[in-house]
Antibody
């Protein structure tokens, strides 16, 4: 069965960076694009970007351009999301979510979420 | 960016009730509309894609309709496990955007 397992919770200081991992299993890793979506406490869902696991191509939301980097390691079927210059507003649960086909912009399987807390 | 507006933001209902949630897009999105269910502390779960296509394993009491700018999620007979937050999302144009959610609570 498809599983996306994310790394554990993080606490970071303002200005620092965080790197969250998402290990995929149960399907052909390079056949499906992967998105990252975040949810601040009590708030709605916000799309951050997408990565093509075949060739490392990415597309980021304008809001995060220059601060976010998405990468992948095909040898371990893992995608990564790194967010830099953290501020308190970046406190959120970060999810990886699989695109069901090609470059589609909706999400059929989700990781369990990683809470990132930014606090001095 | 396309704005997605849901109504109501919350509702109280009883087991067995018929529940309807609406979602409006700020511009036409054809049928590129998806619905998710989210329970506290859990990741969202895809219920319906392309406005009306029920995902495998999702009970048939869930249904979706609409096209263009106006969409509806209906739960025909609310069950105890359906108390959750429901969220619409457009996949017509990037960036994909979400509604603010509708919380379905026990009456």
């Amino acid at each position: 069965q498809v599983q996306l397992v994310q790394s554990g919770a993080e606490v970071k200081k303002p200005g620092a960076s965080v790197k969250v991992s998402c290990k995929a299993s149960g399907y052909s890793f390079t056949s499906y694009y992967m998105h990252w979506v975040r949810q601040a406490p009590g708030q709605g869902l916000e799309w951050m970007g997408i990565i093509d696991p075949r060739g490392d191509r990415t597309s980021y939301a304008q809001k995060f351009q220059g601060r976010v980097t998405m990468t992948r390691d095909t040898s371990t079927s893992t995608v990564y999301m790194e967010l830099s210059s953290l501020r308190s507003e970046d406190t959120a649960v970060y999810y990886c979510a699989r695109a069901p086909y090609s470059n589609s912009d909706y999400f059929d399987y989700w990781g369990q979420g990683t809470l990132v807390t930014v606090s001095s | 960016d396309i704005q997605m507006t849901q109504s109501p933001s919350s509702l109280s209902a009883s087991v067995g009730d018929r529940v309807t949630i609406t979602c409006r897009a700020s511009q036409t999105i054809s049928s590129y509309l998806n619905w998710y269910q989210q329970k506290p502390g859990k990741a969202p779960k895809l219920l319906i894609s392309a406005a009306s296509s029920l995902q495998s394993g999702v009970p048939s009491r869930f249904s979706g309709s609409g096209s263009g700018t106006d969409f509806t999620l209906t739960i025909s007979s609310l069950q105890p496990e359906d108390f959750a937050t429901y969220c619409c999302q457009q996949s017509y144009s990037r960036p994909p955007t979400f509604g603010q959610g509708t919380k379905v609570e026990i009456k």
